[in-house]
């Protein structure tokens, strides 16, 4: 086989897939994502009216004391959710309930019904418990008996107080909402200080 069709097969199997990739992704940040709260289309915050940016802003400047990535937020205009630079979107565009933690920078903070699920994670669920043992009573996934198969039964849970919680710190995350606004942000159930900006390690697999 000559040299041009060898470079004409390996345009046609490694380009086009990129192309339409690509694309893929144009189309998704076009249209929006969805948001894993209520499952309605979410919007960029540039698109967010200037009072809804500037209320958002004040979060993270007085309760994070930080100044975000705006190009990396997204809030739901139907619940109130929103998503910030920790929370992966950016790149993932997928509106789920993973995320970055806020004061380690480790990804993968999911629902706890994960490490309760697995054996491999344990370990970490029982860390996490001992970390947050001021909470027990008040937060039932401290003290799970429903046996979850995985996250997703979490999703489903009717308990009022679902959390996420990062296995490197044993920092735990509640959706939330704050006095005087509308929205709910991803918030650290911890005197820890936040960091500044997020990385995410996984290149938006998130």
């Known amino acids: 086989m000559s040299t041009s069709k060898i470079i004409a097969m390996l345009v046609m199997c490694v380009g086009v897939p990129v192309v339409f990739g690509l694309l893929a992704c144009l189309l998704r940040r076009a249209v929006g994502c969805d948001c894993h709260n209520c499952g309605n289309t979410m919007t960029a915050f540039r698109r967010l009216p200037d009072t809804d940016q500037r209320s958002i802003l004040e979060h993270f400047e007085k309760v994070e004391r930080r100044t ?80 979850p198969l995985s996250s997703a039964d979490c999703i489903a849970c009717d308990t009022p107080l679902k959390v996420t919680g990062c296995r490197y710190c044993s920092t735990l995350y509640l959706w939330g909402p704050l006095e005087g606004s509308k929205y709910k942000f991803l918030l650290p159930l911890t005197d820890r200080k936040v960091l500044a900006r997020a990385e995410d390690p996984t290149m938006g697999d998130l």
């Not at 990535?69 to 997928?94: H, N, Q, R």
């Not at 993973?98 to 019904?113: A, F, N, R």
Request: aromatic share 10%.
């Open 68 to 147: 975000p990535d705006t190009t990396a937020i997204f809030a739901c205009g139907t619940c109130g959710t929103v998503y910030d630079d920790f929370s992966g979107e950016k790149k993932s565009l997928d509106g789920d309930n993973v995320s970055i933690c806020k004061t380690c920078g480790q990804p993968w903070v999911v629902h706890l019904g994960l490490f309760i699920s697995l054996p491999m994670y344990q370990d970490a669920y029982r860390q996490i418990v001992e970390t947050n043992k001021k909470f027990v009573d008040t937060i039932e996934c401290l003290r799970c008996q429903r046996r």
